[in-house]
């Protein structure tokens, strides 16, 4: 199921917009399943890929200031997904942890099983040099989002 590549700017914006709504919505949708809203469900994403982190580096990875990632940690950590210590070495810095949580495991087999199934079987249809491509767009189109959040929050 080949499609055409936008023949114009406009229409190449608009399909990057609907692109990253669909992404939105999605997020939202899981972490509505765990009474998190989509930020709070991507923060566990990046304690899950990255392990425990400083709120610093939160702060660092989601764009948002250091009041509200302080908020969200409670909110996460009075939820039971969470917790948080102080650094041995540096009785300033917290370090956030993510806990084992049923729930959450529960609901990420229930909604990325069947995700990453439909992605498989999505690149499946696409040869290697065009995968290369596709991982290419997303690294550079991550770099662009994340240096624009940071311009965004410095707003």
């Known amino acids: 199921m080949a499609t055409e590549p936008p023949q114009t700017p406009e229409a190449g914006e608009l399909l990057g917009r609907e692109f990253i709504t669909a992404v939105v919505i ?5 972490g509505r399943l765990l009474g998190l809203t989509a930020v709070e469900r991507k923060c566990l994403d990046i304690l899950a890929r990255r392990g425990p982190m400083a709120a610093k580096a939160i702060c660092e990875h989601t764009g948002l200031t250091s009041g509200a990632v302080t908020g969200l940690v409670e909110r996460l950590r ?9 650094d ?4 300033r810095r917290i370090v956030v942890s993510l806990l084992p949580n049923p ?29 290369l491509t596709i991982a290419d767009f997303l690294r550079r189109t991550t770099d662009v989002l994340v240096a624009n959040t940071a311009r965004v929050g410095a707003m």
């Open 26 to 30: 999605f997020h939202e949708s899981v």
């Open 78 to 86: 009075a939820a039971g997904f969470v917790d948080r210590q102080t």
């Open 88 to 91: 041995p070495d540096d009785r």
């Open 103 to 131: 729930k959450l495991d529960e609901i990420r087999a229930r909604v990325f099983g069947p995700l990453g199934a439909d992605m498989a079987a999505l690149t499946a249809g696409y040869s290697q040099e065009q995968l």
